[in-house]
């Protein structure tokens, strides 16, 4: 029921947003689809909205001895409820993934033991990979990925843009390396974001649960807030990704990170989870985001297209579209159910 309420309100909202011209239909993913009868005197037109009800959650900067007490402890977090989360593992020598024996053993371990855990690629040494040519990021893919396959004897097919920056030389090395979804930005992105029938899937982050502030370093961000975040990814794109970082569970002294864990921002990861869960939506890795995509069909009355087209033409004002809009939700003419065909 939680769930459903849910698919009504990211519907609607849809619509509201087409009304308002916030940004164009295919950033949205909506479609028309075929007129359909449900009242004699009133022909209702559908719109299919395409969204997984879904969050992912992402931990960026994994690395060999540098707070490696935060990394575990968040990992930690997820493995204790069962939940998925995607880690961005580093994977040059010089980062000392595979060196250091705590927090390779911690991975190595959540991995057989088959948990809520999956690898993603960061870089060979978290460079910005926009100041390489094609052929130098095709090779620095290639060479993390076959230090990360001989360590842990698996081969990421998720990358994480080190600095959250790609460009199309990026696009094409990871389709020569196999890679199969990436999570940038919203900033270096550009939707529209598919979630189906795409041999590689940009999800980017749409949530942080921290943020760099003026001192320079990460603190953490209220988790209402972050939960803001995600609705309005949902709302704009269908899903949600959280981006983390091990700097802001850490424990700040003298200017910078101590490797001690921050209790109080674990506790605000713990209460956005439980949030998140009580509002009936999943937590998905990031490559099962297009996975869970459905479609859901919602109807709207031929008139109110007529509407939108006259908001467009600027012969109506957008608080008279609105009075259109409540109108629509007060009489209960926006219907919403799931297409036969949705992909689960």
């Known amino acids: 029921m939680m769930q459903m309420a849910r698919n009504k309100m990211f519907a609607t909202y849809l619509i509201v947003l087409l009304i308002f011209s916030m940004f164009p239909v295919s950033y949205a993913q909506i479609v028309y689809g075929d007129g359909q009868t449900d009242k004699p005197t009133q022909r209702l037109d559908r719109v299919s909205v395409q969204s997984c009800n879904c969050v992912a959650f992402r931990l960026d900067d994994i690395q060999g001895y540098w707070l490696n007490n935060a990394q575990i402890a968040v990992m930690e977090e997820f493995q204790s409820r069962d939940i ?186 713990v209460l956005l989870i439980k949030k998140i869960q009580d509002s009936g939506l999943k937590i998905v890795f990031l490559e099962n985001i297009d996975k869970n995509a459905q479609l859901y069909d919602v109807l709207i009355p031929e008139w109110f297209e007529k509407n939108l087209q006259w908001r467009n033409e600027e012969k109506i004002t957008h608080a008279e579209l609105s009075d259109a809009v409540n109108y629509l939700k007060r009489q209960g003419i926006v219907k919403l159910g799931t297409v036969d065909n949705a992909e689960s």
């Open 84 to 269: 998925p989360l995607t880690i961005g593992i580093i994977g040059g020598d010089s980062f000392q993934f595979g060196i250091d024996p705590k927090i390779t053993g911690h991975v190595r371990d959540a991995l057989s033991e088959n948990s809520k855990i999956k690898i993603a690629n960061h870089g060979l040494n978290h460079e910005n990979f926009t100041t390489h040519d094609q052929k130098m990021q095709s090779d620095l893919l290639k060479k993390s990925n076959g230090r990360l396959s001989e360590i842990l004897g698996i081969t990421p097919k998720t990358f994480i843009p080190p600095f959250n920056e790609f460009d199309d030389n990026t696009v094409l090395a990871l389709g020569e390396n196999g890679f199969t979804h990436f999570s940038p930005s919203l900033i270096t992105g550009s939707p529209p974001y598919l979630l189906n029938n795409s041999s590689l899937y940009s999800f980017p982050k749409t949530a942080t649960t921290g943020e760099i502030v003026e001192s320079g370093l990460f603190e953490g961000v209220n988790p209402e807030r972050t939960f803001d975040d995600i609705q309005t990814g949902l709302d704009n794109f269908g899903f949600a990704v959280v981006t983390m970082h091990p700097q802001e569970f850490s424990v700040i002294e003298n200017g910078t990170y101590a490797n001690l864990v921050n209790d109080r921002q674990i506790d605000e990861l």
